[in-house]
């Protein structure tokens, strides 16, 4: 096909303009055009929340790793201005909450309607980036997992950093299965599931479980796990300016030097994608979204323990963001995600959900 000489030129002239907008636009423009793009392959109701979402470029940066008085603060307000929500959760899926104290570590006892003792039980460890939220402002996840498994949740309520580093969270979660241990349960009995930063810190606690000899829970789902806390994986940088939640910079990077100190943040209790899995690992549900720049986290912690002949499933729905499964729990993708963490309880508890729909 011949092109006249003058319409070739316009035509270049077009292509050029429009690389040179694309290239002289200010960045965090070309990355809002990304992070608000709004897919047509997700459910509607996912739609409409990414023609919603606000910019995390304009989130205030968070404080520096050693600065217990800011982190405090930030701590505080997130409480507070959660519990409206909270009240909210517990009433619609009907909840009972107690406070206990599981051998000095404080923890939530989540247990949904009608509940009945089957003698098995479900600890959960919160997300938010380590350093925020708490048992109870995380109730949005422990709260619909129990009403939607029948189980009675333990939500730990850990240590949030820098008023303690990973060692002393770790232990905190250990000392909850120690004491569930002394109260009659055995490793077959318990379930364990993490989201984001609660899933790197679930993974982390069971390699630490099985190296202090202590064996390993029955079953393990971890929901968009900060598998490894450092900025390494392809989605860190590939998915960086598309990504609808957070920065690294703004968000992760303080969050994990408050967690730990630079050369622990590689050790596999900090980010369990660099266990050694060939000694043993309890079969693993691993669910994400493909917005995530997590999403390398999900892929290279399946990758280890499936190459190191461990049970493991990968369940990756498009175009969901981080933990999306009770960000909108009404939609398909979240329904669809929940029943199979359901399912796969079930089968690795070895316990029958009255509430399971047939």
């Given at each position: 096909?011949?092109i006249?000489l ?22 965090h423009?070309q ?8 897919p ?10 990414y ?22 603060k930030v701590h ?15 009433q ?5 909450v ?8 404080p ?13 098995k ?10 350093t ?13 997992v ?33 004491e569930?241990?002394?109260?009659g ?11 984001s ?18 064996g ?17 994986g ?7 300016e ?15 030097d408050?967690?730990a ?19 043993g690992f ?9 917005r ?14 499936d ?12 175009g969901m ?32 959900n009255?509430?399971?729909?047939n």
């Amino acid at each position: 096909m011949n092109i006249p000489l003058k319409l070739h030129r316009i035509l270049l002239a077009f292509l050029i303009t429009g690389i040179l907008v694309f290239v002289l636009l200010p960045a965090h423009a070309q990355e809002a055009n990304l992070r608000r793009f709004v897919p047509t392959t997700v459910s509607e109701g996912w739609q409409n929340v990414y023609e919603k979402l606000p910019d995390p470029t304009q989130m205030a940066t968070l404080p520096g790793p050693d600065d217990i008085e800011a982190w405090g603060k930030v701590h505080s307000d997130i409480e507070k201005g959660q519990e409206p929500n909270i009240q909210r959760i517990i009433q619609h899926y009907a909840l009972l909450v107690e406070s206990r104290d599981f051998g000095g570590v404080p923890v939530l006892e989540v247990t949904p309607k009608d509940w009945k003792d089957n003698g098995k039980v479900l600890v959960y460890v919160h997300g938010g980036a380590y350093t925020m939220f708490s048992a109870r402002t995380s109730l949005g996840s422990s709260g619909p997992v129990a009403a939607h498994t029948g189980l009675r949740v333990i939500a730990v309520d850990y240590t949030n950093p820098p008023r303690a580093k990973w060692q002393e969270d770790t232990d905190q979660v250990l000392t909850v299965f120690r004491e569930l241990m002394k109260q009659g349960y055995t490793m077959k009995d318990i379930g364990l599931y993490g989201d984001s930063a609660g899933g790197g810190l679930a993974a982390g606690s069971v390699l630490k479980l099985r190296d202090a000899g202590l064996g390993t829970p029955a079953a393990v789902v971890l929901w968009s796990p900060w598998a490894d806390i450092t900025e390494t994986g392809d989605t860190y940088q590939t998915l960086k300016e598309a990504e609808p939640n957070f920065l690294y910079e703004k968000v992760l990077g303080p969050s994990a030097d408050a967690y730990a100190d630079h050369e622990d943040q590689k050790h596999p209790y900090v980010s369990p994608v660099y266990g050694d899995f060939t000694k043993g690992f309890p079969p693993t549900l691993i669910q994400g979204g493909t917005r995530e720049i997590f999403l390398s986290n999900f892929v290279r912690l399946y990758q280890a323990l499936d190459t190191s002949g461990q049970t493991v499933k990968l369940d990756l729905y498009e175009g969901m963001p981080h933990v999306f499964q009770v960000k909108l729990p009404e939609s398909p993708e979240s329904v669809t995600a929940l029943k199979k963490m359901n399912s796969f309880l079930i089968r690795h508890l070895n316990y029958k959900n009255l509430r399971e729909e047939n």
